[in-house]
């Protein structure tokens, strides 16, 4: 557990676990209605699900054919966008509980997706990474790597490359800028609606190069997200390793100044123990972010941090891998999407998913 009372004008937080809502299958994505009321979940079976936070009552809205991989609200949290492994996105009316629309996003699978602030876009990122040369550098994209979409109509708007596989993507708070960021560190971030590259830059912080065992590349850019101001870029991920099979690199988030790519700060030394880092997310009063993942070695996989010195203000070990994570409205809770190994016990298949509800004080 992280010092109590650390140097930071920010007080600790207290975070005290409400409920456990199990599920069959690993918990990939989250997002919150608008009035905090319902929860919906991108599953590893391609279920998508809307979840009552109080209850635990759970109802299957669709499937995709492949693991369902993100969900977004759009249209005032009246419409729903899932997508998937198998390409597709799907829109849901969350009111007929029924599929108004199914685009054939990408030919790979779809990594991330994320919705504009305003709703009026969705952006939806993928690519294959193949090998283009004998350090295994990935191949040139097959298909634009990035998609961005019409919330309402569904019609493709832009389509920008960028280099695969391209694993994180998000929008800037005045809906006026996209991020994407690859398996190699690379991020580019497009102006919009004119779609013009804005900048692009490398960080070496966030992706390894094997030197044992086999040699490949691995890590990457997981999740991303603009400040509160839209002045920085958060991204998160894992530090380097000889050895990328172990899993074993520094737990990392970072900033940017993204319009010219200057480094602002970084997981403090000795703040940080070694794993991958899945999941960012600003608390709504923007004067904390969360930083969440799977723990290799350490005390935690769930920490939270002031978001004015970088410091670590709490951390906890939430026992599980976490891969999403999402604040209330309010403030006052914390939901995580969590997965864990599946077992098999007196021939049945055990749940493997599950949504942890937090509530949240100063």
């Known amino acids: 557990m992280a010092d109590p009372n650390p140097s930071s004008e920010t007080p600790a937080p207290k975070l005290a676990k409400v409920r456990e809502i199990k599920l069959p299958a690993a918990a990939l994505a989250l997002e919150v209605a608008p009035d ?17 936070p109080d209850s635990g009552q759970r109802a299957e809205l669709a499937r995709h054919d492949s693991y369902a991989s993100g969900v977004a609200l759009v249209d005032k949290g009246a419409a729903l966008v899932s997508a998937g492994y198998d390409g597709a996105l799907l829109w849901h009316d969350l009111a007929a509980r029924k599929i108004i629309r199914r685009i054939k996003a990408h030919d790979f699978w779809s990594w991330d997706l994320a919705a504009s602030p305003d709703g009026s876009r969705v952006a939806s990122v993928t690519g294959q990474y193949l090998a283009g040369d ?37 929008f800037s708070p005045d809906n006026r800028h996209l991020a994407a960021a690859n398996l190699m560190g690379q991020f580019r971030v497009w102006e919009l609606p004119s779609a013009m590259l804005a900048s692009q830059w490398k960080t070496d912080d966030l992706t390894s190069w094997g030197v044992i065992k086999s040699h490949h590349f691995l890590g990457g850019v997981f999740a991303m997200e603009f ?47 070694q794993g991958l880092m899945e999941a960012l997310a600003f608390h709504p009063a923007g004067k904390l972010f969360l930083m969440a993942g799977r723990l290799f070695q350490g005390t935690w996989n769930l920490a939270l941090f002031d978001a004015a010195s970088g410091k670590n203000v709490f951390s906890t070990d939430a026992k ?43």
């Not at 905090?36 to 009552?52: E, N, P, T, W, Y």
């Not at 809770?333 to 098999?344: G, S």
């Open 227 to 273: 400040s509160p101001d839209g002045a920085s870029l958060y991204a998160c991920g894992m530090g380097p390793m000889r050895d990328p099979m172990a899993g074993n690199g520094v737990q990392r988030w970072q900033r940017f100044d993204w319009r010219n790519g200057t480094q602002l700060d970084q997981t403090h030394e000795g703040e940080g123990g």
């Open 36 to 52: 905090g009321k319902a929860l919906f979940v991108a599953c590893l079976d391609g279920s998508i699900l809307r979840i009552d």
């Open 134 to 170: 004998y350090r295994y550098s990935p191949a040139p994209e097959r298909e634009p790597s990035v998609k961005v979409f019409d919330s309402k109509t569904g019609e493709l708007l832009h389509a920008l490359p960028h280099v695969p596989p391209v694993q994180a993507v998000a």
């Open 320 to 362: 599980q891998r976490i891969t999403d994570a999402r604040f209330s409205p309010d403030g006052s809770r914390l939901f995580l999407a969590k997965a864990r190994h599946q077992e098999l016990k007196d021939g049945k298949w055990l749940d493997f998913g599950s949504i942890e509800v937090h509530s949240l004080a100063p």
